[in-house]
């Protein structure tokens, strides 16, 4: 049930309609415009003035943050990144910014393993032989074959882990690289864990990257990775085009004769249909997809049912899931934490809070949490300063308050 009036939600792209009828079914005001792009996104922000703006594709910058006024709350990626989103702006303006992380796992893993074995046997020249009327057999029963390869992952999240999963069932053995991956956790999954990418690059056959896009990534499958892999082995990547060199690729490509497989592209249209002109496309044993790995109906039933679960949650005013900018294990700036243990009543926040103002000090961050029976409650309030023992002395006096602790952090 809503709290109060009926949440407005503006789907600015492709949604299914399973997750807008679900919607509507919470009460929802509901407005899907799948085309909504720029300007005509900002224009239907300032009269739509929605609660929630839920976009797959769709960019959604700084002004079209802005155009959604003090109105907008929350900001849903219908997928699992997010760098179509301006979090910074969203973050400024107090606005939550959640994702559907997992949810398309299967699908894409799913197309990195189709792309790994066109690769190999060489389907799509063969489909175009054979479209334009030449029977060429002998050309291509040439496949090295999958079974007693080696797969190297670079990243091993949700995706990369149903990737292995298929690659196992194919015969295939795994090296793997990641920043989080531990040796218990390799073996659980049956990988060899390697100590660096370019290490992964060296041992494998076939290298799939599977990372999130972010400062530290972009750009991270360099000349140095390349360098490291087999003459003719060969590269996947569906995970966001920035995160390879292209330039590097295509040097790799025509020295080492590289076998490349993509579902993401550098400067690829933002659009479903589009012209498409590119220079790596058209390389020798390159071959790809127009950005598909999250788009089967199983993926985009699932992502549309955990968006909606986001929803329920934001509207029931309970904790908000899978945000992105409101990372729970976070460094914070704050020097210290305040914890006060108080009855219930009224005024004891305001009276905690007016001296802390009094005495200068910054708030960083608050959280109050009631006990069960509603008759006391605990605050814990990160500050910026250490506080003075006189402050916290005189906290202890105030009517209410049972007890007051500082510690450092």
């Known amino acids: 049930m809503l709290l109060s009036g009926p949440l407005r939600v503006l789907i600015a792209d492709a949604f299914e309609v399973s997750g807008v009828a679900a919607l509507e079914e919470l009460g929802c005001a509901v407005t899907v415009s799948p085309k909504l ?19 797959r594709s769709t960019k959604v910058t700084e002004p079209v943050v802005l155009a959604g006024g003090a109105a907008l709350r929350l900001i849903i990626r219908a997928g699992a990144g997010y760098d179509n989103i301006d979090v910074p702006a969203a973050s400024r303006r107090g ?45 291509y029963s040439k496949a090295r074959g999958l079974y007693g390869r080696t797969l190297g992952v670079i990243g091993l999240g949700s995706i990369a882990t149903e990737l292995v999963r298929r690659a196992q069932a194919f015969g295939m053995r795994i090296v793997a690289w990641s920043r989080s991956l531990t040796d218990a956790t390799a073996a659980e999954l049956g990988v060899t864990r390697l100590g660096s990418p370019e290490e992964v690059a060296a041992a494998a056959d076939v290298v799939s990257v599977h990372l999130a896009l972010n400062d530290a990534t972009r750009g991270f499958i360099g000349r140095s990775f390349f360098e490291a892999m087999r003459p003719g082995a060969s590269f996947i990547n569906t995970s966001r085009s920035e995160i390879v060199d292209a330039a590097a690729l295509r040097d790799a490509v025509l ?44 993926a985009q039933q699932a992502i549309a049912a955990e968006a909606v679960r986001i929803v329920r949650e934001f509207a029931a005013g309970h904790e908000v899931p899978n945000v992105v900018n409101m990372t729970r294990e976070r460094a914070t700036p704050a020097a210290c934490r305040l914890t006060v243990r ?56 105030l009517p209410h308050v049972f007890s007051v602790i500082v510690r450092r952090l």
């Open 37 to 55: 792009a720029g300007d005509t996104l900002i224009a239907a922000m300032t009269e739509a003035q929605p609660d929630v703006l839920i976009v």
């Open 342 to 397: 108080h009855a219930n009543a009224t005024g004891v926040l305001a009276a905690v809070l007016g001296a802390i103002d009094a005495a200068g000090l910054e708030v960083h961050e608050m959280a109050n949490n009631v006990f069960d029976g509603d008759e006391a409650a605990i605050v814990r309030i990160e500050l910026h300063q250490l506080p003075d023992p006189a402050l916290v002395d005189h906290l202890r006096t």
């Open 95 to 139: 606005i939550y910014v959640a994702t559907c992380p997992g949810q398309n796992a299967v699908a894409v893993a799913e197309l990195a393993f189709g792309l790994i074995a066109a690769l190999d046997r060489r389907i799509p020249d063969n489909v175009a032989s054979l479209r334009s009327g030449a029977w060429e057999k002998g050309e």
């Open 255 to 298: 020295t080492k004769h590289l076998r490349v497989g993509l579902d993401v592209w550098p400067d690829e249209p933002s659009g479903s249909a589009a012209e498409f002109h590119s220079e790596l496309a058209g390389l020798p044993g390159v071959i790809g997809t127009a950005h598909i790995g999250a788009s089967t109906e199983q």
